[in-house]
């Protein structure tokens, strides 16, 4: 369970979801691995079974920079690989059933999925030894009681219940709500750098959106406007799609900067826009079952 679900206060039903399918817990444990962990479990799945780009390490880090994770222990049929494989909905997010879990709860992307599980015996061994052993010093490979009511651990549900937002306080922005809320904030840090024959014009456009998401033509328009006279990089952020189609953006360095300016990006967003760049958004056009985030 990664940190975007307690972020948004769906944990618990996302472990109630997982437990009532039938899987058995048999270990829980709250962890927050940092890069030398992350680098433990990306090197061997590089090295032995899948490629990937090193962009992925950098989603993978903003993905863990926004809180504590859960690790669960599962146990279950010859088959549980498959089914849990199925019931979270594999691969890219974009190409989920839409009755999987990350689909269902409105998952952002594939890195802010909401929840991460191991699809085979072989990444399911990996894991159990990363989170479970080599962080675990008291516990080694064969030590866990076979019920889980034999460990002194409140379970996952209750850890889940802990870590979960307080109801009402979640996090229920999507990708278009949190790119149309950077640029805004952007524009208005930006606005005394427009030259005065595009102001008016722009203002005149911006009265008639006050809450519907800003045109990618207006945006276009207010950065090109900007040309000469608004920090490059700045200009860059303002234009960009934050998604696969456009350039990928230094966004370590594009939050640094912003800094300088007095413009704090919170970490959600921050997560948002920089997996984003690397891994397609989904765009929810109605509300997710059960749940109140939107694409």
């Known amino acids: 369970m990664s940190p975007d679900s307690f972020i948004r206060g769906?944990?618990?039903?996302?472990?109630?979801?997982?437990?009532?399918?039938?899987?058995?817990?048999?270990?829980?444990?709250?962890?927050q691995p940092g890069s030398l962990l992350l680098d433990v479990i990306y090197d061997d799945l590089a090295l032995r079974?899948?490629?990937?780009?090193?962009?992925?390490?950098?989603?993978?880090?903003?993905?863990?920079?926004?809180?504590?994770?859960?690790?669960?222990?599962?146990?279950?049929?010859?088959?549980?690989?498959?089914?849990?494989?199925?019931m979270k909905g594999s691969g890219p997010l974009e190409r989920a059933s839409p009755s999987s879990l990350r689909l269902r709860y409105g998952a952002v992307n594939t890195i802010l999925g909401l929840l991460h599980a191991s699809d085979s015996p072989q990444e399911a061994e990996l894991d159990w030894r990363t989170f479970f052993v080599r962080e675990w010093g008291n516990l080694g490979r064969g030590e866990?009681?076979?019920?889980?009511?034999?460990?002194?651990?409140?379970?996952?549900?209750?850890?889940?219940?802990?870590?979960?937002?307080?109801?009402?306080?979640?996090?229920?922005?999507g990708f278009l709500q949190v790119r149309d809320q950077f640029r805004r904030v952007l524009i208005a840090h930006l606005w005394e750098l427009l030259p005065d024959s595009?102001?008016?014009?722009?203002?005149?456009?911006?009265?008639?959106?006050?809450?519907?998401?800003?045109?990618?033509?207006?945006?276009?328009?207010?950065?090109?406007?900007?040309?000469?006279?608004?920090?490059?990089?700045?200009?860059?952020?303002?234009?960009?799609?934050f998604t696969p189609e456009g350039p990928p953006l230094d966004t370590d360095r594009l939050w640094t900067a912003l800094q300088g300016y007095g413009i704090r990006v919170d970490p959600w967003s921050r997560a948002v826009l920089a997996t984003s760049q690397y891994f397609p958004p989904v765009a929810y056009p109605d509300p997710v079952a059960g749940g109140d985030a939107r694409g």
């Not at 889980?148 to 979640?170: I, M």
């Open 10 to 31: 769906l944990g618990r039903r996302i472990v109630d979801d997982v437990l009532n399918a039938g899987c058995e817990e048999v270990a829980a444990r709250v962890v």
């Open 49 to 86: 079974r899948i490629h990937f780009g090193t962009y992925r390490y950098r989603a993978i880090d903003a993905l863990y920079r926004l809180g504590p994770s859960l690790a669960l222990l599962l146990t279950g049929g010859p088959d549980i690989h498959r089914r849990f494989t199925e």
């Open 144 to 173: 866990l009681p076979e019920s889980h009511a034999q460990l002194a651990t409140p379970g996952a549900r209750t850890l889940a219940s802990l870590l979960d937002r307080a109801p009402g306080t979640g996090e229920n922005r």
């Open 198 to 241: 595009e102001a008016a014009s722009v203002a005149h456009d911006l009265a008639g959106t006050p809450k519907t998401p800003l045109d990618d033509e207006l945006v276009a328009r207010v950065a090109k406007s900007l040309d000469g006279s608004a920090d490059l990089l700045l200009r860059r952020a303002l234009g960009s799609t």
